[in-house]
């Protein structure tokens, strides 16, 4: 087909659509470095529009190996953030999955899904997973991704047989996508950082809006497409200020989004502000219910500190692992930021260190020979089902299975002066009270910055300890390590002056005051005392007992609120603290809940709605606020 030019380059920061990502639009046409070099000398591409079942074309880069002495396999990732550079004389700085695999020689394959940028069709965010397929026309990503394996075993010379599908983030929705009703050709699946459901990744968590983080992805990335297009619709948005904080505090209510920048243009995100509950448009797009009859061997990725997709591995690991008896089902986390293993040495992040280079051990030890077993019959399959990084301890471990069996369950309970303690309560009335102003909200980073940063999840939280609107509860200094391993969950018992409340919970590692700095870290970093986040969470009060049913408080009145924080494989070192804090905003990373119940925050929530709460945590005998852990055996 005729060369397609004029594709612009864009980056989004601190969203989802991290274009830099492996296979992303990173590189201008004709980059003559060395990667663009080896690729160039090595592979031949070609572009074709792949026909689907109900006529849609979708455009497809091929990549296959110059040598063809032998037959390779095919490696697939399908995104909606384009397969650029467009034109087969153009050629990117990377192939597949990391570098390794491109040395390997597969035949590697990116295609455009429905709707997006060269492909033809309606473009629908998470497509809904069609159940019963009567006719051509019911088509979904499954089928998308069949009708293309079917096509590429019969018109790609030099292939093998076997095909394997990889993706990080979105993309890793369709790979995760590809496993059900799969095609006997696919052999392997990836799943890394996949979305699984957008109610509890990236755009709400537990109800609670994120923000920034759903205001700078749509605005590039919801703009719907005018036609076919190599292109971006338009560069991200413009705060006109490095201060986040002070950006969305003056924005107001979130209806001023659309009354100021959207102009309803957005049609995703009309939708989601339309539906604030989890309601039948949410439920449709959730991908965990429909992982049956998976076949290929599957190996999901996550990282612990991803800010995104913390949430999707885990749900995806575990949907396949109880659905599909007898399938090779593994995963992977490791002490990464969202991507991190595919772009990075991952020997530290932040200010934190790792003592490894933890993403080339994946991408040398774990990733590689995943690929090359089940689509080359290259060396032995991986006994291990779970590979997991240990933060704090700083190893890599080897499960049998995840959570761990061993794991003991303990509870740490809040207690009087701010003391976290394995002995429950024993006051007939306690509580810790303290006063969340919608209009002062607790930050959720200690520095300036307009979104997400990708680092939040493991900062120093000294700056929120000291907020009078902030709970914090430690412990002693621990005599031996502690492992905490498995499901963290917050089981609360609060009540609010108001009638709708946020509560964030976050789990901290206090280092020794005598913790010595890094070598080369910046100016003013004090790693001595250092509160560093392990795990957090946020619900919107409202959906405690329903997501899809919201209620409102009623003020004064101890409620039980439970609130999962998702996994940790973590160790407190001897000599250090375990810490939990509880708060009612985290702003911007969380929109301000008015704390007054108003049908839909969205659209109807008023600046008069806003008011001042006193939140109470309580800690007696009766309602005896803690966590619940699962702790490893020394």
């Not at 110059?66 to 004389?89: A, F, H, K, L, W």
């Not at 969305?248 to 959207?262: S, V």
């Not at 409202?542 to 209620?551: N, T």
Request: glycine letters at 8%.
């Amino acid at each position: 087909m005729k060369p397609l030019t004029g594709n612009r380059i864009l980056t989004i920061a601190g969203s989802l659509a991290l274009v830099t990502l492996v296979g992303g639009c990173s590189v201008q046409p004709n980059t003559q470095d060395d990667a663009t070099r080896h690729i160039r000398d090595n592979y031949t591409k070609r572009e074709f529009r792949i026909p689907m079942r109900d006529g849609a074309t979708l455009f497809t880069a091929v990549y296959s190996p110059q040598d063809e002495s032998e037959s390779y396999p095919i490696m697939m990732r399908r995104t909606p953030y384009c397969v650029c550079p467009y034109g087969e004389d153009d050629y990117p700085t990377q192939l597949g999955p990391s570098e390794l695999l491109a040395r390997e020689k597969f035949i590697f394959v990116l295609q455009d899904v429905r709707g997006r940028f060269m492909s033809e069709g309606e473009f629908l965010n998470m497509t809904p997973h069609v159940m019963e397929k009567n006719s051509n026309e019911d088509v979904d990503e499954s089928t998308d991704t069949y009708d293309t394996i079917e096509w590429l075993l019969e018109n790609v010379p030099n292939n093998n047989g076997k095909v394997g599908m990889w993706g990080i983030s979105y993309p890793g929705f369709y790979a995760a996508a590809s496993m059900i009703d799969a095609h006997p050709a696919l052999a392997a699946v990836s799943p890394q950082a996949p979305i699984a459901d957008w109610w509890f990744d990236d755009f709400h968590h537990h109800g609670a809006f994120f923000l920034p983080h759903t205001f700078g992805f749509f605005w590039v990335f919801g703009l719907p497409r005018d036609g076919l297009t190599t292109e971006w619709p338009r560069d991200r948005f413009d705060f006109g200020t490095p201060d986040g904080y002070e950006f969305y505090l003056e924005l107001g209510p979130i209806k001023n989004i659309n009354e100021r920048y959207y102009r309803g243009e957005i049609p995703f995100w009309n939708a989601t502000i339309e539906h604030p509950n989890y309601d039948q448009f949410w439920q449709d797009r959730n991908i965990v219910p429909h992982l049956n009859d998976v076949a290929p061997a599957v190996m999901t990725v996550g990282g612990w500190f991803d800010a995104e997709d913390l949430y999707g591995p885990l749900a995806i690991y575990r949907s396949v692992e109880e659905k599909n008896p007898g399938v090779q089902n593994s995963i992977v986390m490791g002490p990464w930021r969202h991507g991190g293993w595919a772009r990075d040495d991952g020997d530290s992040l932040s200010y934190v260190r790792f003592g490894s280079k933890t993403s080339l051990y994946y991408r040398e030890s774990i990733e590689l020979p995943f690929f090359n077993y089940y689509l080359k019959g290259k060396g032995d399959p991986d006994p291990v089902e779970a590979h997991m990084f240990e933060t704090g301890a700083n190893q890599w471990r080897t499960f049998e299975q995840w959570p761990p069996a061993e794991a003991e369950q303990r509870h740490l309970y809040m207690r009087a002066g701010g003391d976290l303690s394995n002995a429950a309560p024993s006051a007939r009335t306690a509580w810790d009270e303290y006063v969340s102003d919608p209009a002062n909200p607790v930050p959720y980073i200690g520095d300036v910055g307009q979104g997400m940063i990708r680092e939040y999840m493991i900062d120093d939280q000294r700056f929120a300890s000291r907020r009078p609107d902030v709970l914090v509860y430690q412990t002693e200094v621990l005599e031996e390590d502690v492992t905490l391993a498995g499901p963290v969950i917050a089981d609360l018992w609060v009540s609010t002056s108001g009638t709708d409340s946020d509560w964030v919970v976050k789990l901290v590692d206090v280092f020794p005051p005598d913790t010595p700095n890094r070598d080369g870290a910046p100016r003013g970093v004090q790693m001595g005392g250092y509160q560093m986040m392990v795990r957090s969470e946020v619900i919107r009060g409202r959906f405690r007992d329903s997501y899809e049913f919201p209620e409102p408080f009623v003020p004064n009145q101890a409620t039980h609120v439970v609130l999962p924080l998702q996994d940790v494989l973590h160790t407190f070192k001897r000599g250090h603290r375990i810490m939990v804090h509880v708060q009612s905003t985290w702003f911007p990373l969380v929109d301000r809940n008015p704390q007054t119940y108003v049908d839909n925050i969205y659209t109807d929530a008023e600046e008069s709605d806003f008011i001042a709460a006193t939140q109470r945590v309580y800690r007696s005998r009766q309602y005896p606020s803690h966590l619940r852990v699962g702790v490893l055996p020394r």
